[in-house]
């Protein structure tokens, strides 16, 4: 019986320190996207928030300030503008600056052929948003690694979002509360 306790026990502390370990890679990992962001996004990630939301058709990305920032917000549109026609004539080297060239669903977004992924921007009153659709499966399955991967890697400065609000968010043209 002491046996087993004591195999227990030390099962026990292997697992915590194995968590411990993980967490400590992705606070690292964390750190080093937000390094590597600052080169590529002009807005401060720690005044902002990401919101990935994933939908049947692809998904949405939004960037928001945390609190009422106009200076913030604008440098947001700006960004996300810019990033918008990049991805849709194929360029994802942004997203590669600050996760990696092996992050996931990278390799199969830059494979859409023109048509596949559309990909449109608008204006959000604290921020802005990059919707991506397309009927292609493989292109949903990459977005939605893709957005799980940023997710991961942009940690308490993002968020993943309801797919049914944002379905009628942009069914209805409004911004929801």
Do not use: C
């Not at 048509?115 to 948003?129: Q, S």
């Amino acid at each position: 019986m002491a046996r087993t306790a004591t195999l227990l026990f030390a099962a026990a502390l292997a697992a915590g320190s194995l968590a411990s370990s993980v967490a400590a890679d992705m606070t690292a990992r964390q750190t080093e996207v937000a390094q590597r962001g600052a080169d590529v996004m002009p807005f401060s990630l720690t005044a902002t928030t990401h919101i990935f939301t994933k939908t049947t058709d692809g998904g949405v990305q939004q960037v928001v300030t945390k609190e009422d920032d106009p200076q913030q917000a604008g440098l947001i549109r700006q960004h996300l503008a810019m990033v918008a026609q990049q991805f849709a004539a194929g360029d994802f080297k942004g997203p590669e600056q600050i996760h990696g060239k092996n992050m996931p669903g990278l390799a199969a977004l830059r494979t859409a052929k023109p048509g596949e992924l559309t990909i449109t921007y608008r204006d959000l009153p604290n921020g802005g948003e990059i919707a991506y659709r397309t009927d292609q499966p493989r292109l949903v399955t990459a977005l939605h690694q893709w957005f799980d991967a940023q997710l991961s890697d942009h940690g308490h400065d993002a968020m993943a979002g309801h797919g049914a609000e944002m379905r009628h968010h942009h069914a209805t043209g409004t911004t929801p509360e």
